[in-house]
């Protein structure tokens, strides 16, 4: 493909013969269409490319073992020299979640995802998989295979139809977000937050202890915050006042109960 003449000024380019101002036209219209089709190659490609550095990860691990290569070579460095360049950082995370789902077993010495399911989803829903289970690990630790994240993720891969919409879900789930509904999203509003703390601190006692101890220490800081923040000493007495009234009269605590003594 002849080279696009990028060193001409506009005042050059409007001086030029129509035919070779086309020309130029036509070569950056080839170089658009030439960039659109390595991309789609590159997509189309993804799976069988994570496949290909996930066995090059295994055969590194098996040298540095072997010791046929210093230990202190990175598996950056041995890709490339071995490849003649930088593994592409979206192949290398869907290589990650191969050896996680595809190389990893069950407590029934299986797979935890089919090759042929890997091979078969999305490479949008892989990425969005390989988000969620990075996260879990993080989370979980020795634990992580067994958690809801990722069986609901294995699952979502697993069975037909379009897996995106759920898979997103799962990963708002696990950052904390409200799931939404299209256009109707819930926003997150303080007595929502509120909601959701009081629902995981109920469940303190059923949490190993070190849950327990997290949500224990929510409890904390949430009292700090309160503690610090810019209310006057009178107004908070007041506030106490208004709910210690509100609980001794068993209504809710925003209304504020007037006694006959008050109103006279």
Same mark, same amino acid.
């Given at each position: 493909m002849k080279k696009i003449e990028t060193t001409l000024t506009f005042a050059e380019l409007t001086k030029l013969a129509p035919a070779d101002l086309f020309k130029q036209a036509a070569l950056a219209v080839k170089?658009?269409?030439?960039?659109?089709t390595a991309k789609d190659k590159f997509a189309e490609t993804l799976q069988f490319s994570a496949k290909v550095v996930a066995a090059m990860k295994r055969r590194y691990q098996e040298q540095i073992n072997t010791r046929a290569i210093p230990a202190d070579t990175s598996f950056k460095k041995y890709f490339e020299q071995n490849a003649g360049? %930088?593994?592409?950082?979206?192949?290398?995370?869907? %290589?990650?979640?191969?050896?996680?789902?595809?190389?990893t077993f069950d407590k029934n010495g299986k797979p935890l995802l089919?090759?042929?399911?890997?091979?078969?989803?999305?490479?949008?829903w892989l990425e969005k998989a390989n988000a969620i289970i990075k996260a879990?690990?993080?989370?979980h630790g020795e634990d992580w295979k067994g958690c809801d994240d990722v069986l609901d993720t294995i699952n979502a891969l697993s069975k037909p139809g379009n897996a995106a919409k759920?898979? %997103?879900?799962i990963r708002k789930r696990q950052k904390g977000e409200p799931e939404s509904d299209g256009d109707n999203a819930v926003p997150m509003t303080p007595q929502?937050?509120?909601q959701y703390l009081i629902a995981a601190l109920k469940t303190a006692g059923d949490q190993p202890e070190d849950k327990a101890y997290d949500l224990c220490c929510l409890v904390y800081e949430v009292n700090t915050a309160w503690a610090e923040n810019s209310?006057?000493?009178?107004?908070?007495?007041a506030f106490d006042k208004r709910y210690a009234e509100a609980m001794k009269h068993g209504v809710a605590p925003h209304v504020e109960v007037i006694t006959e003594a008050a109103a006279a």
């Open positions: 170089v658009s269409k030439a960039v659109e360049g %930088a593994c592409p950082a979206r192949v290398e995370a869907l %290589a990650a979640l191969f050896n996680a789902l595809v190389l089919a090759e042929d399911v890997f091979d078969a989803a999305a490479v949008d879990a690990q993080k989370e759920k898979l %997103a879900q929502l937050a509120a209310l006057s000493e009178e107004t908070r007495n």
